[in-house]
């Protein structure tokens, strides 16, 4: 069978067969000298080992791309052209010195700093004359360099060995086995590439498994990092700035003065004699104005304003940032997305965090999606951080049935969640379950019926009624009324399981879906704060009796506050609080958003709105009670200038903590 295989076929695979061995090599390198990992159990070393290796023939495949490309066009023409020979020989050798340059530079960087070769090690250039000493003062730089032309020699060599071992070979080949062949490499070298069965390629954000950092940095590929985190290059910490607002952030938060710290520690005197369960819903794309409860006049949600009514809610309540991926990095970090590029969550720079999450002491911690929790790169949030969290994702549940791209729909979800919350009530275990539905996001995937659910068809709906709620369409209306529905049906199972009477449930929207603007809240979406505006309430009866709690809030305080509420002890590195102190009165929510296409950052303390954007500085304060649109920041300049101390302290506090609020840094 392997003599029907064309020889520039098999010159293609025999060279990407030792280029792997060789990025494997330098892995076992890495693991024996640098990776530290004596205390770490062998099936988690090997489970790193495993996604090290599909990290490997990534990079191979990569590496070898181009010329695969140049070996298909060329087909047998390849191994009869001395041009083809020289250009082959070359690129080998210049491919085998980068991957090893890369290598040798990550060992050095990981022994100086224990974190792999990425992005921000180019800071490093910035004064190159002392990184040259630094270097050549720590390093056999001469050796080195000595054991490159050795290495590069031998390359050489062998490239050629290999291009003579395959010349003349060739039978005469039809089109349609040339055409086959072409077909079969590009899709095996794609699937190398993409390294995955699931419905998301391999991701950095994988390597993230575990709460030691050591074996997530063993894990990943130094070449992939530093390109993966390149976009990220920029996204530091300006110290001299951060110096001049941290006494600002201290008096808000009522942190130290005299030094940079944090830590606020809270321990309770008494606990409960039943530790209850947590479970924190996150309700896809709901905001403020679609709900009845809030003003809308379309009655869409009566399990939802059932609900708020006989919670503890908070009407002034805002997310950072619009996106899911931000809100899920700021739930759970307690740590706002003010990143430029993409996500925070798609940036390893930043995914080590301290978190309340992970102080659960004796709570089995648990994760609900629909879809793959590679998605946004949000694994590594959750599992790098969160110790003995499992995760339930597409491919987890008994009974799977994919509604969408965001994998089973959030009746299945809630179903298949509540079956194993209700197995480890069943256990006497207690939990803290993060459910993440999607039904409310385009594409408004809702059956044509389910149990007393059914969609509204075109004519059930009045158009006037409809415009006035601000919906853009009826199957924006039916996503949000299933929601709804889904929300209701939970609660039904909860209560049958048992565990109702025991459980915090924390309910809070990711961000709002987009809407028309209409009478309800104009201002906000004249200022486009209308998709950053979501309801967040906790429905504890048998902890805390129903009230409506004006002060602003923020998605960062989430967990602060569910850990007070369930008397939780835990120590808070992050920016958020307690919503439910009734000392904590200087309240506000800080947002980051784009005005006019421009990145900015903005404060909202009672019903006063302040704004800045970071690189025209352009500014404005508003009120949100007002019916006109005026800009107050001239008539009133010491409040403004308050408030823009508050939002900067914020945002390079955030910056600050992105880089410093590591777990190995404590």
């Known amino acids: 069978m392997l ?121 490093f250039l910035s004064n190159l004359k002392i990184s040259s000493q630094v270097l050549m003062e720590s390093y056999p730089i001469y050796k080195i360099i000595f054991g490159i032309l050795i290495l590069s020699y031998f390359v050489f060599r062998l490239s050629k060995i290999i291009y ?172 706002p997305d003010i990143q430029n590029i993409r996500t925070a969550s798609r940036n390893p720079l930043i995914q080590d965090q301290r978190i309340i999450f992970d102080q659960f002491k004796g709570y089995e911690k648990l994760y609900f999606l629909g879809g793959s929790a590679n998605w946004a790169n949000i694994r590594s949030i959750f599992q790098s951080n969160i110790k003995d969290l499992k995760i339930f994702e597409e491919g987890s549940y008994e009974n799977e049935n994919r509604a969408d791209v965001w994998g089973i729909d959030d009746y299945e979800l809630f179903k298949e969640s509540n079956k194993t919350l209700d197995k480890l009530v069943k256990k006497n275990k207690p939990f803290i379950a993060y459910i993440q539905t999607s039904s409310n996001h385009v594409p408004y995937t809702v059956p044509d019926e389910k149990e007393d659910y059914k969609p509204f068809q075109e004519n059930e709906v009045d158009e006037v009624l409809l415009k006035k709620s601000g919906f853009k369409s009826i199957a924006q209306l039916n996503a949000l009324r299933y929601l709804d529905f889904n929300i209701g049906r939970f609660l039904e199972r909860v209560k049958k399981s048992g565990y109702y009477k025991n459980t915090i449930f924390a309910f809070f929207g990711d961000h709002n879906t987009a809407m028309s603007r209409t009478d309800i809240m104009p201002k906000e979406y004249d200022l486009n704060l209308e998709t950053l505006h979501v309801p ?51 309240t506000s929510s800080f947002i980051y958003l784009k005005i006019n296409g421009e990145p900015a950052v903005g404060v909202i303390q009672d019903s006063l709105y302040y704004y800045k954007t970071r690189v025209n500085k352009n500014s404005g304060l508003y009120n949100l009670r007002e019916n006109e649109l005026t800009d107050l920041k001239d008539i009133y300049p010491q409040k403004s200038k308050k408030m823009d101390s508050l939002m900067e302290a914020y945002y390079h506090s955030t910056k600050y903590l992105y880089f410093n609020n590591k777990k190995n840094s404590w």
Request: hydrophobic share 45%; aromatic share 18%; charged share 15%.
């Open 536 to 586: 967040f309430f906790i429905h504890a009866p048998k902890f805390i009796k129903p009230k409506v709690i004006k002060k602003n809030g923020k998605i960062i305080d989430i967990f602060p506050t569910i850990a007070s509420l369930a008397k939780i002890n835990h120590t808070n590195y992050t920016l958020g609080n307690n919503l439910l102190d009734s000392t904590y009165t200087d």
């Open 164 to 335: 003579k071992s395959f010349t003349n070979q060739d039978n005469l080949i039809s089109k349609k086995i040339k055409n086959f062949y072409f077909i079969g490499t590009i899709l095996i070298l794609s699937y190398g590439i993409y390294n995955s069965v699931t419905h998301y390629p391999l991701r950095w954000s994988e390597a993230f498994f575990s709460k030691n950092n050591a074996l997530n940095q063993f894990a990943l590929n130094p070449v992939l990092n530093f390109f993966d985190s390149f976009k990220f290059r920029s996204e530091s910490v300006n110290i001299d700035k951060f110096k001049k607002y941290y006494p600002v952030m201290a008096t808000h938060l009522h942190l130290p003065k005299d030094t940079v710290s944090f830590e606020r520690k809270f321990v309770f005197d008494t606990t409960y004699s039943k530790k209850p369960n947590v479970v924190i819903v996150m309700m896809e794309s709901l905001g403020i104005k679609p709900i009845h409860y809030y003003g809308n006049p379309m009655k869409n949600t009566p399990i939802l304003d059932s609900l708020i009514t006989r919670s503890v809610s908070f009407p002034n309540f805002y997310i950072h940032k619009y996106g899911t991926a931000a809100s899920v990095f700021a739930s759970i970090t307690g740590l």
């Open 3 to 123: 003599k029907r295989v064309p020889s520039y076929i098999k010159y293609l695979f025999t060279n990407i067969f030792f280029t792997f061995v060789y990025i494997f090599l330098l892995r076992v390198l890495f693991y024996n000298f640098f990776a530290e990992l004596e205390n770490v159990s062998s099936s988690e070393i090997k489970r790193a080992f495993w996604l090290g290796v599909r990290f490997d023939i990534k990079l191979t495949v990569i590496a070898l791309y181009p010329l695969a490309a140049l070996i298909l066009i060329a087909n047998t023409n390849f191994l009869e052209t001395k041009i083809y020979r020289i250009f082959s020989t070359v690129y080998l050798v210049i491919t085998y010195l980068i991957i090893s340059l890369f290598y040798l530079f990550d060992f050095g960087y990981y022994d100086y700093l224990s974190v792999r070769l990425d992005a921000s090690s180019l800071k």
